[in-house]
Structures are given as C-alpha cells and as structure tokens.
C-alpha cells in the first residue's frame, strides 16, 4: 500500500485452530475415514470418506449425525472420495 491509504478488510475465523485440532484428535480415524483436517480458514474440520454424494451422506449418513450431534452441525464436514454414477 503506498502512502498507507490503502484499506484492509479482515474476518475473524468462527473457530480457531486450536479448537479445530483439538476436535480433530478426539474424533480419531474410524472406519471409512480416509483422511482429516481442519480448515482453518472455514472454521471446519474436513474429513475425506469413502463414500458420497454431493448433497447426502449415503455411507456415513449416521457418522455425519452423530458429528453434529457431538459438535454442532456443520463444525465437521464429510466429502465422499467416490461417488455413483446413476
């Protein structure tokens, strides 16, 4: 920025990291999780799984309830490594 005029604009993350990994760590790695990490930037902890769809969970529908549950709906994000084809 020249002359310091310049403005910038920041959003706090809802959640920290510390948080995100703490959450991380307890869930662990249970089956059908292919990996994890916390999204720091977003405030969520992502967790690759085997398998889903875009909108529905169709594997893991009762892991990603229950990570609701536990920890606040969509605090714990679950992507599908594969996907039907219909």
Known sequence: ???GQGRCACA???????????????IGMPAGVLSSSPDGIRGVV?????LATRAVL???????????????PGLVELDGALEPVD
């Open 58 to 72: 169709l594997a893991p529908r009762a892991l990603q309830d229950e990570y609701d549950a536990t920890y606040g």
């Open 46 to 50: 992502h967790r690759d799984v085997l």
């Open 12 to 26: 706090l993350a809802p959640r920290t990291v510390a948080e995100l990994q703490r959450v991380q760590a307890e």
């Open 1 to 3: 920025m020249r002359g």
